[in-house]
């Protein structure tokens, strides 16, 4: 691929001459204009439509930074492909295009932010997996790169973000349970400092402080956030001398292993113990019983967050002047079967 | 963010001074270098680590495009977050990057990349989902861009690519299924003109020739990869007046669709109906009774696609001259107990 100075370089002609030639000027003569347009052919030119500008130092590019561990990809997890649809639809007003940069899971994703940045090839960034104190929100305001991101973080306090509402997830798979007889009631949290995973604890010691049940750190299992994850708490939660008679997933493939641990051990979800999922999921849908689950938008939640980042860019914040740029996203509950029980001691 | 230009534009100071008290050089003197640092604290400026040169129109980075339907997102269609850690080990020894250019799903792929190529963030790229005829391959070529494709195509008989061995799935899948008794074998082939569809319906009936089983055209079930088209193939088995005794699918999670719906109707997989899966899955390990499939490493592949890549790019060929740039990656059969049985007439 080559671009109009290439061009020139090879021809030995002027950029201003060779653009005219290639423009279908008539101030060109035709057998330069034949020369160029067939150098233009044989070397691959290809116009620059970018937009990009030098003194400007413009892409007309966003960035959406992603990792994935092995384990989450091993689990298909698509959530960022549903949030793109929804980003690609408000950038394509602008001309802009989103492009996906994927942090190796071996590389710690502040280098890989850095060199990133240095390639220059956005004008705009979208983080992911938010950590509790996240170094790369440093990076980007000193660099001045505007930014939001997927998710709060304690080092993120001034910085534009969207984020699902973990915490009234909590509150409400809580209160639901609690209505329905239990007390001894566990959840599953990330074995990372991922963000949500705090965010998600808080909420649910809140509700318990709310129905004065006692919070009981041995209900707080950690685990990966897999089908395999979702086994594993099962395991546990069966190994525990006062076993809790229910449990609240972070993580919408979690159900799938709970339930086959459970159910290996004659355990019946929705019967013998109630479960509450996280995210509602076509995969979801085909658990017997019907999990409970949370519905959500991640295609609404994509607008939501590419319009919190263009109020954040200079160029574009006029066109975004009411957008809130710190936003709690919420989600529905979808009552299921797998929690619809009432404890014998609540009848 | 601001380079070298801006700040120069900024002080009003030449690109060479700037340079020169950034990187410390005793010719400079004290108060200018106070407020060169003072300015690149202030516009954020960034050095340009990319090793992009204007003049080799070079990047250092490379592009993967993938498209995703609104059926294969909800789906959770990882493969290409496994494809792209194989290709990232060994992008890394070169430094270079890899991105991933999302193709919305109402955007026409060859529009999509014609203005990909012209924005020019990318040195090569990959292709995914080869049509049967895809121009996207003559537009690369006339652009003299290095590419590579997942997936072969009629219009890239002269290109590298790698690609599944679809055609021997298909085969290995109707010997199993024929030794056990079968002859009336369905199978699912995609609703697009994705190439892979075309490749895998010729192996089957390349198959079925080698066998002397006729070919019938009621037996070939288009539906969409996913679980829903699962559910959809085995509605249309079921509708079948001479039903088929055994069914090969052409995607991993089409089975988990599949299982549901032979099951609504009292129909047990392994016993009265024989299904062999696609790739192996995480997930289809769920599956009772266990699905028979291939197996395969996406890492593996990546890591192939991206030597097959680097073989055709001038500026890398010579480290790997003995690439194989045209290459089909095999599976290997996991029997399960799906397809185990033996049609009680063969016995």
Partial sequence: MKGIRQLAEHLDISIGTISRALNGKPDVNEETRKRVLAAA???GYVANQSGRSLRQGTTNVI??????SKETVENSDNFFLTVTGGLQSVFSRHNLDLIMLPCPHDEDPYEYLKRMVARRI????ILSETQRVDKRFDLLAKAKIPFAALGRSLSGVQHPWADLDFDSVANSAVDRLVARGHRRIAISVPTSDINLGFVFAEGYRHALERHGIPYDPALIIRAKSSEQGGYQVADELLRLEDRPTAVILIYELMAIGLYRRV???GIIPGRDIAVVGFREAPRAKFLQPALT???TSLHDLGVELAEILLSSMPAYNHLYPDTNR???????????ESDAFYLPSSK
């Fill in 63 to 68: 960035g959406l930074m992603i990792q994935s």
């Fill in 293 to 295: 689950c949370f519905r």
């Fill in 326 to 336: 710190q936003r709690t996203w919420s989600l529905e509950l979808v009552p299921g």
């Fill in 263 to 265: 159910m290996e051990a």
């Fill in 41 to 43: 052919e044989q070397l």
């Fill in 122 to 125: 956005v004008d705009a960034l």
